[in-house]
């Protein structure tokens, strides 16, 4: 059982930038992929930027100039750097980690609480 807590969310004007953090903890585990997705109102769950294990990123097109995806393997936590933000990217950021349970012997992926991130015009 793992437990995803995020953080860094909040109010920041356009062109602003926020930086999201999302640290993992539990028992014995390897975590594979990590990810970011979000939500606006009205709207589905979207991919915004996915990180292999190795460190090889994957954005969505609305986002691949502005943000960027990084994972510190030590302290099992992904982040999201997010500059020029825009309006459009108001939504609830949610962090996704798929992983290996040694306990169980299974792979299972684990979510976020997720956190606002709201960007006034």
């Known amino acids: 059982q793992v437990q995803l807590v995020e953080s860094g969310g909040g109010l920041v004007q356009a062109g602003g930038s926020l930086r999201l953090s999302c640290a993992a903890s539990?028992?014995?585990?390897?975590?594979?992929?990590m990810g970011w997705y979000r939500q606006a109102p009205g709207k589905q769950r979207e991919l915004v930027a996915a990180?292999?294990?190795?460190?090889?990123?994957d954005y969505a097109d609305s986002v691949k100039d502005r943000f960027t995806i990084s994972r510190d393997n030590a302290k099992n936590t992904v982040y999201l750097q997010m500059n020029g933000l825009k309006p459009e990217d108001t939504a609830v950021y949610y962090c996704?980690?798929?992983?290996?349970?040694?306990?169980?012997?299974?792979?299972?992926?684990?979510w976020g609480q997720g956190i606002q991130v709201t960007v006034s015009s």
């Open positions: 996704n980690f798929d992983y290996w349970d040694y306990v169980s012997d299974k792979n299972f992926g684990s």
């Open positions: 539990g028992s014995i585990f390897s975590i594979n992929a």
């Open positions: 990180i292999t294990s190795g460190g090889l990123p």
